[in-house]
């Protein structure tokens, strides 16, 4: 039993933010993450092609800035350099094939109690912490919907998460299920690759160029968010021309307003749009069920397919192990509390980048909670 300050659960860019932060303040910490490196969603669990989807001035974690030559637009291998940049800087030393596996609060001790296996020594080891900050990311778990007859599908069928590119699918017959950024995106890559691909666009989704986006998210600190978002949604009419004909509709939100209530982001064109007016990517509505290859969907279409490409997101995991969390998490595994209050929960529980609100939100957050758990510390022995 080791006693701690603070625990923070997963090295991903939340969690690096928030030790960063608490160093400041010569907040001890120990940082444990499940797999062998930091940031593993970024090196391991994203494609190829991938590029942080924001501008740069959006996506620096506190302290630290992006080298003044970087690209606007930060490849995903140049944002893992930043993040080994920050760790070596900061010295941050997280406790590597360490997975939290329980942790209940302990109301006699007035202490968090957790139970981690190390997972190559395949022991345990538990800590007793006054604050425990929950990072272990929005994106720790994959989410593929039931689809009826999926189980008998013959080809191949990965989450996004496990697609790098499409190098190896040239002139298969592709399907991708999911129209966020990285489905959209997937799909452009894949016909780039010369593979046939299909796309099911479900609901409707707001299509912006990243430049719009960026003037969108500067705008916001001058305008009221309905007036941007009647501009981008002007600016993306023009641009893009309607979609409607295409299966692509537009919200009745727009797409400010429909991110800071629900989360879900724009997707930002990355050439995805060009490829379907020109009939390259060809648009389906929702599937009914899948029979051997063949796809069926709810307008009456049955196509074979080679493979499948599950875009459909990704779920957190937190309420798996987070006991006395019930009345703070959801059934996603995300805080209960709206923004702007989400980063706090009860007996010095913290969240770290389960916001939705991508690593502008992570770098808010961890100033906040270091500030708060600076205070508490100083109210307990001050
Ligand atoms: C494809 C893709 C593109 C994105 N692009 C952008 C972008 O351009 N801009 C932006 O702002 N945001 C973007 N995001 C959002 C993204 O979620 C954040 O950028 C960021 O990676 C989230 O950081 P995090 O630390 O909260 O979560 P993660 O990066 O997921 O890190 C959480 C860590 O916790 C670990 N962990 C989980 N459970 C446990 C456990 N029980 N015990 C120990 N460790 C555990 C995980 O292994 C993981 O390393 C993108 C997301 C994806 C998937
Ligand atoms: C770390 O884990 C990944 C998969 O999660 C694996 O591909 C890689 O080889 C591992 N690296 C080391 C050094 O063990
Ligand atoms: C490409 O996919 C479409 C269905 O989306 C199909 O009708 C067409 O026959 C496919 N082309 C080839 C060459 O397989």
């Given at each position: ?6 625990l923070?659960?997963?090295a ?23 797999e062998n ?9 994203a ?8 501008a ?10 992006y ?8 490849p ?9 940049d920050?760790i ?6 997280p ?26 020594e395949c ?5 007793m912490?006054?604050?425990?900050v929950v ?11 039931e ?16 697609y790098?590119?499409g ?14 950024n ?11 690759y010369?593979?046939?691909t ?6 409707p989704?707001?299509?912006m160029?990243?430049?719009?986006i ?13 007036i ?9 009419k ?5 979609l409607?004909?295409?299966g ?7 797409p ?34 899948i029979?051997?290859?063949i ?19 990704y ?8 006991q006395?969390g ?6 996603n ?7 702007p209050?989400?980063?706090?929960g009860?007996?010095?529980?913290y ?32």
């Amino acid at each position: 039993m080791e006693n701690i300050t603070v625990l923070i659960v997963g090295a991903g860019p939340a969690g690096l933010a928030t030790a960063t932060c608490l160093t400041q303040f010569s907040i001890p910490y120990v940082i444990v993450e499940r797999e062998n490196c930091s940031a593993s969603l970024w090196r391991y669990r994203a494609y190829d092609r991938l590029k942080l989807h924001l501008a740069k001035e959006f996506c620096e974690l506190p302290h630290m800035s992006y080298p003044a030559d970087a690209p606007t637009y930060i490849p995903k291998s140049s944002f893992v350099k930043y993040l080994d940049d920050y760790i070596g800087r900061f010295n941050i030393q997280p406790k590597y094939l360490t997975s939290v596996e329980s942790s209940t609060y302990d109301n006699d001790k007035e202490c968090w109690n957790i139970v981690t296996r190390d997972i190559a020594e395949c022991t345990t080891i538990n800590f007793m912490a006054k604050f425990l900050v929950v990072a272990s990311g929005e994106n720790s778990a994959e989410n593929i919907p039931e689809t009826p007859g999926f189980q008998n599908f013959p080809g191949e069928a990965i989450h996004s998460s496990r697609y790098k590119s499409g190098k190896s699918f040239h002139g298969k017959n592709m399907l991708v299920i999911g129209s966020g950024n990285s489905g959209m995106e997937i799909a452009y890559d894949l016909a780039t690759y010369g593979a046939n691909t299909s796309i099911v666009i479900r609901r409707p989704v707001h299509v912006m160029t990243k430049e719009l986006i960026r003037l969108g998210m500067t705008l916001v600190h001058h305008l009221p968010l309905n007036i941007v978002d009647n501009l981008l949604v002007m600016a993306a009419k023009f641009i893009f021309g309607d979609l409607s004909t295409h299966g692509i509709t537009m919200p009745k939100v727009g797409p400010m307003i429909l991110k800071s209530k629900t989360g879900r982001s724009a997707v930002i064109d990355v050439g995805t749009v060009g490829f379907i007016k020109k009939g390259i990517i060809k648009v389906q509505g929702s599937i009914s069920n899948i029979m051997g290859n063949i796809v069926k969907f709810q307008c009456g279409d049955e196509i074979p397919f080679d493979a499948i490409v599950f875009a459909t997101g990704y779920k957190s995991t937190a309420n798996m192990w987070l006991q006395n969390g019930e009345s703070m998490l959801n059934n996603n595994g995300l805080p209960i509390k709206e923004y702007p209050n989400h980063w706090k929960g009860e007996n010095r529980l913290y969240y770290a980048g389960l916001a939705r609100r991508g690593l502008a939100g992570i770098a808010t957050d961890a100033k906040n909670k270091a500030n708060d758990i600076k205070s508490v510390i100083g109210s307990m022995y001050g």
